[in-house]
């Protein structure tokens, strides 16, 4: 196990290399001039020049791409061009909330996914199934702006119950865990239907495997059918969408973060690219596909003790 | 066990229930009593982020909306677009290439850090620095030299004469800044002026936060405190308006318009501004430059029926110079080419126009879209065929720059409010490849617009700029879609706020009702 984990943090490096020059590439190329964007439409051709080699942009793609790896390598995520802060401090400022958006959306996806795909497979074809899955079908199907501005102008505006936007407080004050109902509903909704789908279909499966009808023959209540025999096999599937899920929304969920006002990762990364701030696009972009990595390897140990028979070479 | 599962069902969803409704009965009762109790705490919904807080190392209106009340500047336009003096007591010009400028005496920066002509001498030094690669360092390029003649006396002499000085001085980005406090600090993110409002915090991505200056010279402001909230979702932003979480937002959009002076608990306040939006065609492309061909595309765009799509926040003028602008005449508001799709018709057949599919380049914000789709049926209608190609701001601009387009919207906010700094970037053959993206390179016109700017007679100025304007509007140079409205929408337990045309606002003077 432990040379199974040494293994993968150690392909992590190479895939952020290569990560690194794709995205270093691709904003290179793509088109747009991080210099006028910082000195808008304004800004006459010597300002733009002044700007450019102040940001050492004037240099080759491989003289810069080189100033950038040697000082990652050393920790160092380098500045934003636009703001002039520290990549890692802009990050550090946002991540947090990134991080309760994502744990708050994926405990309710997950209680209310469990539950209303066991439903649905125990209930088989009953009216609980047909509510559940056209739950299911109507979460993966309503876009979050929908949602978001639907919940706000309903709970915020109308009831004035909870507060329309922001998640600067606190999570474990009154005030900060009301900031984040609305957005975790609206981001939790789609990953409860994909995780109720999947419940369903793998419970159905397993509910007919010989070893469940040998327990059901030997006389185990059905409660321990359920919860022990057949939960627990049908969760490796469940588990890997989970996994995937809570790695998305770990990458930041631009549009809920853009609708609910929130300090996140995915704007910052979305703001970065718009703004053609390289530094900044590079060092989020590093930050989500290392989490990605990271979440997956969570997900991998977890199989081995749902599933003692998975055994890592 | 069928019962089981429906009393647990009942028992989770009634727990989910109960939770979210006993949150929310509080936060009612708290939202109202914040109302009541807090007035002190304004809020104002941002758009975007700040970039940064120096005036020197900025140029965005995110950041120059927080920077205008922290620090300020020698002079300021009003709201009726004159120039008077801010931190300048008076100014002199003993001869064309230079201004002797006396300053207020007795004023201090928020660090306790006196006011005086070495302060401006060490902003205006740093601003034109290229080692500081400051984004509007042009402010300053005119400037030869800077003397302190004393204390509160500072003397500017330009190498040429520079008739539009006093509208750069009062641009936000050549506020004064305090020279102790920019050697031992990032102004960038702790900014120390001499405004109204001293700088309290900035969590970046979420808000910047001001308090009343007690020691401000007119007097604290009654707010107490001011939060630039950023709140990117302009719906969002409305809500929370509507909610009371924010006081204050402003640039309410065309398709918004409805919804906000719907609401009871808002003063909804327009007026005409300084920002205008209009079509060019790429002027470094020949056949573009046949007189016929423009006056056939200015012929073919009825501007009065997309102003009309506004819903009353668009000015309908020909002149290119804006009704709000320094150098405008009333004469130029019908002085072009009027509507006329006939006319059009007739010169796109019998030139054969209709031969070559036109690009159509467009920005994928603001009402650029919408002016886009229209422009593009209207152009049709006429004979030509036109064919939209939308990008990102980013990409927009390097492709205007580099003039791979045929035709093009464009915009200026024009700041300063004066014509010169409207007619010299987006017009003048000097910024070809910069910020002129039309293209154009008119020998006529570049020495119109250079007079405008080397004289510091300012009726003179007024003179040669409508001049600029009529050989403009002559030529179909650019058709003018539309100059903007300025709006903003206060909550109405506010009152006090000073809006200018050109879109900046000022929250020194606010007081609860």
């Known amino acids: 196990m432990v040379a199974m984990i040494v293994r993968r943090l150690f392909q992590l490096l190479f895939l952020l290399f290569g990560i690194s020059f794709l995205v270093f590439s691709s904003m290179y190329l793509a088109p747009g001039d991080p210099a006028s964007m910082i000195g808008g439409p304004t800004a006459t051709e010597s300002d733009l020049n002044a700007i450019r080699d102040n940001l050492g942009l004037n240099d080759s793609f491989l003289t810069q791409y080189g100033h950038y790896l040697a000082s990652v390598v050393q920790g160092d995520l380098g500045f934003s061009y636009q703001t002039r802060q520290p990549v890692s401090e802009a990050i550090a400022v946002r991540f947090p909330n990134t991080l309760k958006l994502a744990i708050a959306s994926m405990v309710i996806a997950i209680i209310i996914g469990i539950f209303a795909g066991l439903i649905s497979a125990l209930k088989h074809n009953s009216w609980l199934d047909v509510s559940s899955t056209t739950f299911a079908l109507a979460g993966i199907s309503i876009p979050n702006f929908w949602l978001g501005a639907l919940l706000i102008l309903v709970f915020s505006v109308n009831l004035q119950w909870l507060p329309v936007a922001g998640l600067s407080d606190p999570w474990f004050t009154v005030e900060g865990l009301k900031q984040m109902v609305l957005p975790a509903i609206t981001l939790g909704t789609g990953s409860a239907a994909m995780i109720a789908r999947m419940v369903r279909s793998s419970m159905l499966e397993v509910v ?82 290392t989490l990605f990595v990271l979440v997956n390897l969570v997900v991998d140990i977890v199989y081995t003790y749902v599933d003692p028979r998975i055994k890592f070479q | 066990m069928k019962k089981n599962w429906l009393l647990l069902f009942t028992i989770i969803t009634a727990l989910l229930l109960s939770a979210c409704g006993g949150a929310s009965s509080k936060s009612s009762s708290d939202a109202s009593e914040g109302k009541t109790k807090i007035p002190d705490t304004f809020t104002y919904a941002s758009l975007t982020d700040a970039v940064g807080l120096s005036p020197i190392m900025t140029n965005d209106s995110a950041s120059a909306n927080v920077t205008e009340h922290v620090y300020e500047t020698l002079f300021k336009r009003n709201v009726d677009n004159e120039i008077e003096p801010l931190l300048a007591e008076s100014y002199e010009n003993p001869d064309e290439n230079t201004w002797i400028i006396k300053l207020k005496k007795g004023i201090k920066f928020h660090d306790g850090t006196d006011f005086n002509a070495d302060a401006v001498k060490y902003t205006f030094d740093k601003l034109r620095d290229p080692k500081t690669a400051a984004p509007r360092a042009s402010l300053m390029a005119p400037v030869d030299t800077i003397t302190v003649v ?9 190498k040429y004469p520079y008739g539009p000085f006093l509208a750069a001085l009062s641009h936000s980005n050549a506020a004064i800044v305090s ?26 991505g979420d808000q910047v936060v001001l308090e009343a200056n007690p020691d401000y010279r007119d007097g604290a402001p009654a707010l107490k405190k001011v939060v630039f909230k950023v ?63 423009k006056q056939a595309i200015a012929s073919a765009i009825d501007r009065d029926a997309f102003v009309k799509k506004l819903n ?29 799709v006939d006319k059009a018709k007739e010169l796109v057949k019998k030139n054969g126009y209709d031969k070559k599919t036109l690009k159509l380049l467009t920005a994928n914000r603001g009402n650029y879209v919408l002016m886009a789709e229209v422009v593009q049926a209207q152009l049709a209608e006429a004979g030509f065929k036109v064919e939209i190609e939308t990008m990102e701001w980013a990409a927009f601009l390097e492709t205007a720059r580099a003039g791979k387009y045929d ?76 100059h903007d409205v300025v709006t903003a929408a206060l909550d109405n337990k506010y009152t006090g706020l000073e809006l200018y045309p050109n879109g900046k606002w000022d929250l020194s003077k606010v007081t609860g009702k």
């Open chain 2, 150 to 158: 004393d204390d509160y006396t500072v003397e500017i002499k330009t």
């Open chain 2, 312 to 340: 009353g926040l668009g000015i309908r003028s020909d002149s290119i110079i804006g009704p709000k602008v320094f150098g405008y005449k009333e004469s130029a508001d019908k002085a072009g080419t009027p509507y006329d």
């Open chain 1, 208 to 289: 007919r495997a010989d070893y469940v009808r040998t327990a059901r023959a030997k006389g185990v209540k059905e409660r321990n059918v359920i919860w022990i025999h057949t939960l627990k096999n049908a969760m490796i599937p469940v588990i890997t969408v989970i996994g995937l899920n809570f790695g998305a929304l770990l990458g930041g969920t631009i549009i809920t973060e853009k609708v609910f006002a929130i300090n996140g990762v995915g704007r910052l990364m979305i703001d970065a690219i718009a703004a053609r701030d390289f530094p900044m696009v590079q060092g989020s972009v590093l930050l989500v596909a």
């Open chain 2, 407 to 482: 035709l093009t919207f464009l915009s200026w906010s024009n700041v300063t409010g004066d014509g010169s700094e409207l007619l010299y970037p987006n017009f003048h053959s000097d910024n070809v490849g910069s910020s002129n993206m039309t293209q154009l390179s008119n020998p006529e016109l570049d020495k119109l617009i250079d007079q405008s700017r080397t004289t510091t007679d300012q009726k003179a100025r007024e003179e040669y700029l409508n001049q600029a304007n009529e050989l403009m509007l002559k030529e179909n140079t650019a058709v003018i879609m539309y």
């Open chain 2, 231 to 293: 709140v990117p979702e302009v719906s969002t932003a409305i809500s929370m308006l509507q909610a009371g979480e924010v006081q204050f937002i402003d640039k309410v959009p065309a398709e918004q318009l409805s919804r906000v002076q719907g609401l009871k608990n808002v003063n909804f306040e327009k007026i005409e501004g300084t920002p205008e939006y209009f079509l060019t065609v790429n002027h470094s492309k020949p056949e573009f430059q046949d007189p016929e061909f």
């Open chain 2, 179 to 204: 020279p102790t406090a920019d050697q031992k600090q990032d102004l960038n993110k702790e900014p120390v002026g001499t405004g109204p409002f001293k700088f309290v915090s900035w969590t970046p």
